[in-house]
């Protein structure tokens, strides 16, 4: 019905004879035009390159300056240079303009926080997934200027070589993970501020702090003020970037002899002499506002999970009314402009690590994640018009990037929760599902106000933050699964039999399952402590060496304060160490409980020899403890219990600690992205009956295999959690096809997530595929490279994936009941 | 006690919004194309799942009657003269290859597991179904979980094949929000051949319902060969058009073979000769004719 009913819509608006397309191209791609179509194609089949373009320029500017300014200062004035002397790209069909390196799909590299070896780079050039090309002469090139640099000043090795030993231990067996040891702090989103005021405005801000500053009684007066200073010369960079892109459009313009590009070239200039200097005014300049901005963000430093508009709609919602009203901008149009938008943030993969062992997170996906949907900061539905057009831009254009998720208020219409799911339908893995009105109280509970928490939402993943105003770090994955292993081995590493934790007795000698708990708690401290202290300390490294100068004018209040975005300059400063294999601990603790304590079908002897043994020759041992254990996600509260009880222990261990920030304080949250791979991989058999190697269970989503019960009972359980305490959990699940095919089922599915978040639901998310799809595309990849599956969280192409983690794909449980 | 063979939540398919499906065990029909093969007895029976059978023989070792072999290729066989069903077998069986189809629920137990539902059911205008096997040969465990939903504001359907006393049926009627009512072939002949019993009384008792101006959907598996032929269609038409008040919906379910594997873990053969898939084309104009005589038609549900 909507279908029908947008089809007819875009219809009505259509002007131009070029752009009537036959019915059946409507049904299949409603609306995307020749401009989108040709961009797509590009952004889709350009392979991933390296651009050593940003290194070379900050070498240069490194080795002529270095010591010669404050630390904020050479950051800025860095970025300034890069923003001065890059190379301007302006595509022949763009409208919306601005890439961080020469072209499309190029990566910058940033050798400041960790220099890629020649090695390296080699490998990028050669490996099999996530390839990133680089020739021959630009290796040279980077060996020869910029490597010889950087060696021993990088950011990872003033790192690494601080870090306690027993850190690098515990780190090495895969305990846990280090978000900041490759990239700066990330996670941000946006919120309004940059459509009222452009840069002059924030320089004039920022003057006023200045002004304000206390030299006599304020001894950080004079440091502050180096930040201001540095801050504004940010703007300058970025209002610079703009100036030059309108340069570079007139130009093109002077040599155009289509006079429909020229017009359109002009245009663009006419923006670019706006933006990013000036507020918005219209629909247009919004967008390309919006982008400038975050080009400035990425190329200033390479934070995890790029960057985010937040409330994207929200915030372009005012101008496409007006322009709409004025009659400048068709329906038609607005859908290009999003488009071309969406098309940019494809042409960003993320910048690719160091070491190259993938494992751990390997994807082009960079997490930049639109939030559709949802509520006004007043409380009110924040849908409208421009959120349903995203929708359609998601649907027809069907790429990588941006990710993108719908927010599903008790204030959120249904027909827009039933617009979602027919895109969710088509199976590419998004867009994601989010309650505000869980996310809302998260936030409420660990100290925003009510309107900040409102305007607040999830950015990369499912973590959520005050847009615009909070630096929420993700300091790294913690292993809960693998401590338990080692708490079963008195502290030893079984896959090394390296000791990699602390002793905490031989569990054979446990009478109670009492006992072995207490032993894991212990140890679940000590390696808490141990990632705690260390992150600490790189926080600081990144507030002394690495002030994000640029993200530091438009994240509130750092202007006011005079500190930067890195060293308590945000309102609100929170650090999230993210906890991943619930699953896996749940049915682990629930098969020792119930085997070993309770029903004693077998000792801890034996056990362990089975584990050891990665259960061969103990097969019968395994499917018992399979088949009759009872296991996180069917309702059932012998294990229900368990998982509720690890959960809120975890939360115990970490939220509330300081974080050596005024106010900031850490926080727990349930998300694992693709790393319950990698830690399944650094591990053996566990004692629920999973074998050495095998992904442990994502986010907070049962393991592989033990939701039985339909998806009524997962949501159940799911919903024991106390998810308010989170900064956010994951639920993925799996659903055929042909079981969303009619309106009804559409309408239930619907109500399946209205259930869930009532029970209390943060996030769910939905892989409709099939099998033989899946088996297919195995096979033969070639013919399947639009496949998009949904991995924990965020989406990336199926054929991208380690051969596990397809694996995994596919032995996920299957919901008969569709 | 309820004697049910399976609980199935999220059910999409068995009436309006999201449903908990009861199975009850035992079905006075015994309909060729039976989907649900394990609901026809009255009794407990013992299903085995080749494929989760590893051959492990932990089952022949506990068995006291000797009844289990375990052949050369890993293979379980059940002499069915021996076996007294106790279940010991499934028990110790570490894949639940073995299982035990039909066991008692306590009320408590099954008004349980349906309240957890309510969520969903409130969200999707839900409810539970009971079906089968026949739920109406169980009437008193039925009628106590009618009124059991009732007070509870769960909204119930019962669905039903209609060969049943009337009294029973008048006797739940009241409690029962919906009834999903079978309709297989108009031919009483036909209807015995293939379901081993006559339609007499399963279009009386039809009429009834319609006559109490109770809610009903009808639901006709379409199967060609067996119902699809232009005669049994208007005659169904006719017979439909005729009541007093008319079903609110008509369900087509194009016949399907997905009980094969059931059959075999029941250690039974399935006879499908004489029956097949009906084209698209048909299943659409049936659903035509239905909808040209002003009835609501959903395929599938």
């Known amino acids: 019905m909507l279908e029908k009913k947008l089809i007819q819509n875009i219809r009505s608006v259509k002007k131009t004879e070029q752009d009537i397309v036959t019915q059946d191209e409507i049904q299949v791609k409603p609306g995307m035009n020749e401009r989108i179509r040709r961009l797509r194609e590009e952004s889709v089949s350009t392979p991933a390159t390296l651009s050593i373009e940003r290194a070379l320029i900050e070498t240069s500017f490194y080795r002529k300056n270095e010591g010669k300014y404050s630390t904020p200062m050479m950051r800025a004035m860095n970025f300034m240079e890069i923003c001065e002397k890059k190379y301007i790209y302006i595509g022949k069909d763009e409208l919306i303009v601005g890439e961080r390196g020469e072209k499309p799909k190029s990566v910058s590299t940033f050798p400041e926080l960790t220099c890629h070896s020649v090695e390296d780079l080699k490998v990028l050039n050669t490996r099999e997934q996530q390839r990133y090309l680089i020739c021959e002469e630009d290796i040279e090139t980077y060996k020869r200027e910029v490597i010889p640099y950087w060696t021993g000043r990088s950011q990872r090795e003033r790192i690494f070589s601080r870090v306690p030993e027993e850190w690098k231990v515990a780190y090495e067996a895969g305990l846990f993970t280090e978000f900041m040891e490759q990239r700066a702090p990330g996670h941000t989103c946006l919120d309004g501020k940059i459509y009222r005021k452009g840069m002059l405005d924030f320089k004039k801000e920022i003057e006023d702090s200045i002004n304000k500053l206390d030299y006599f009684n304020d001894p950080k007066a004079t440091d502050k003020e180096e930040q201001l200073r540095a801050m504004s010369l940010s703007c300058d960079a970025l209002i610079r970037l703009g100036e030059r892109h309108a340069e570079k459009s007139e130009e093109l313009a002077r040599h155009e002899d289509n006079p429909q590009r020229k017009e359109e070239l002009l245009q663009i200039a006419k923006v670019c002499r706006r933006v990013p200097a000036h507020a918005p005014r219209n629909f247009m300049e919004a967008i390309q506002m919006y982008w400038f901005v975050h080009l400035g963000v990425i190329t200033e430093l390479n934070g995890w999970d790029a960057f985010n508009p937040g409330h994207f709609d929200q915030h372009l919602s005012p101008f496409y009314e007006e322009d709409l009203k004025a009659g400048r901008l068709t329906r038609e149009e607005a859908k290009e402009l999003i488009s071309c938008f969406w098309i940019k943030v494809n042409n960003q993969p993320a910048p690719p690590k160091v070491g190259v062992t993938a494992s751990e997170s390997g994807t082009y996906n960079d997490f930049t994640n639109i939030n559709i949907g949802g509520v006004k900061p007043d409380g009110s539905d924040g849908v409208n018009e421009v959120s349903y057009i995203m929708l359609e831009v998601i649907e027809e254009l069907h790429i990588l990037q941006p990710g993108s998720s719908v927010h599903i208020s008790s204030v959120t219409p249904n027909r827009f929760l039933h617009s979602a799911i027919k895109v969710i339908r088509r199976g590419y893995g998004y867009p994601s599902i989010f309650n505000p009105d869980i996310y809302i109280q998260e936030m409420l509970r660990s100290g925003k106000s009510l309107e900040d928490a409102r305007e607040g939402g999830c950015s990369g993943c499912i973590e959520v933050g005050a847009f615009g105003k909070e630096a929420y770090l993700l300091t790294g994955y913690l292993n809960v699964p693998k401590i338990l292993e080692v708490t079963l081995f008195n502290g030893v590493n079984p896959v090394t039999g390296k000791k990699v934790g602390i002793e905490t007795g031989d569990p054979r000698n446990f009478s109670t399952y009492e006992e072995l708990y207490e032993a894991f708690h212990k140890q679940l401290r000590y390696v808490i402590d141990l990632k705690i202290r260390v992150n600490q300390y790189i926080d600081k490294m990144y507030a002394r060496y690495f002030p994000a100068t640029f993200l530091s004018v438009i994240t509130d209040d750092c202007i006011k304060k005079g500190l930067d975005y890195y060293n308590e300059g945000p309102r609100y400063n929170t650090t999230y160490i993210q906890c991943t294999g619930l699953g896996t601990i749940t049915d682990s603790l629930s098969a020792l409980k119930k085997q070993v304590f309770s029903d004693k079908t077998i000792t801890m002897d034996h056990l362990l020899k089975a584990i050891s043994a990665n259960f061969d020759g103990y097969e019968v041992l395994r499917q018992r403890i399979i088949n009759n254990t009872p296991f996180f996600g069917n309702d059932d509260a012998k294990a229900d219990d368990i998982a509720v009880k690890v959960y809120n222990d975890l939360f115990d261990l970490i939220d509330g600690r300081p974080n050596g920030k005024e106010g900031g304080k850490y926080h727990m949250n349930m998300l694992s992205t693709t790393c319950h791979n990698y830690f399944g991989n650094v591990m053996g058999a566990t004692p629920d009956g999973r074998l050495a190697g095998k992904a442990i269970s994502d986010g907070t989503s049962p393991a592989h295999g033990a939701d039985t019960h339909g998806p009524t009972a997962v949501i159940r359980s799911l919903g024991k959690l106390d998810q308010v305490k989170s900064g956010g959990t994951l639920l993925n699940m799996r659903f055929l096809p042909d079981l969303l095919r009619s309106d009804e089922s559409i309408a239930k599915l619907g109500s399946l997530i209205r259930s869930y978040f009532s029970l209390g639901g943060h996030h769910i998310q939905f892989n409709i595929v099939d099998n033989a799809t899946l088996l297919a595309a195995r096979k033969n990849p070639e013919e399947y490279r639009d496949l998009m599956v949904r991995v924990a969280g965020y989406s990336d192409y199926f054929n991208d994936l380690h051969d596990n983690l397809k694996q995994e794909i596919i032995d996920r449980t299957e919901n008969e009941a569709f | ?301």
């Open chain 2, 1 to 301: 006690m309820p004697f049910l063979f399976d609980i199935k939540r999220y059910s999409i398919n068995d009436g309006p919004g999201v449903r908990i499906t009861v199975f009850f065990k035992g079905c006075p029909l015994s309909c060729r194309w039976c989907h649900n093969p394990e609901s026809i007895s009255f009794k407990s029976e013992k299903l085995y799942n080749r494929s989760k059978c590893i051959g492990c023989g932990s089952c022949v070792a506990v068995c006291s009657e000797n009844a289990l072999i375990l052949t050369t290729s890993g293979e379980i066989i059940t002499d069915f003269s021996r076996c007294i069903l106790c279940g010991k077998c499934t028990e110790v069986c570490p894949t639940k290859a073995v299982e035990m189809s039909g066991r008692d629920y306590t009320e408590n137990e099954l008004m349980d597991l349906i309240m957890r539902e309510t969520h969903i059911i409130d969200n999707s205008g839900g409810g539970v179904t009971f079906s089968g096997g026949e739920p109406l040969m169980h009437p008193k465990e039925l009628k106590n979980l009618l009124i059991l939903c009732g007070k509870a504001g769960i909204h119930s359907a019962v669905d039903t094949s209609g060969h049943v006393k009337s009294s029973i049926l008048e006797d739940i009627l009241p409690h029962t929000d919906l009834f999903l009512y079978d309709l297989k072939l108009m031919n009483s002949e036909r209807h015995r051949k293939w379901t081993g019993v006559n339609n007499e009384l399963i279009l009386m008792n039809l009429r009834l319902i319609s006559d109490k101006g109770k809610d009903y959907q009808i639901r006709m598996p379409l199967i060609e060969g067996v119902n699809c032929n232009e005669e049994n269609i208007r005659e169904t038409l006719t017979f439909l058009c005729g009541l007093k008040n008319r079903p609110s919906a008509v369900g087509l379910l194009p016949y399907h073979n997905i009980a094969l594997k059931k059959f075999e873990k029941l250690g039974r053969n399935y006879h499908e000769e004489g029956m097949k898939k009906p084209s698209d084309n048909k299943v659409n104009l049936i659903k035509n004719l239905f909808e040209q005589h002003g009835f609501k038609v959903n395929i599938g549900g």
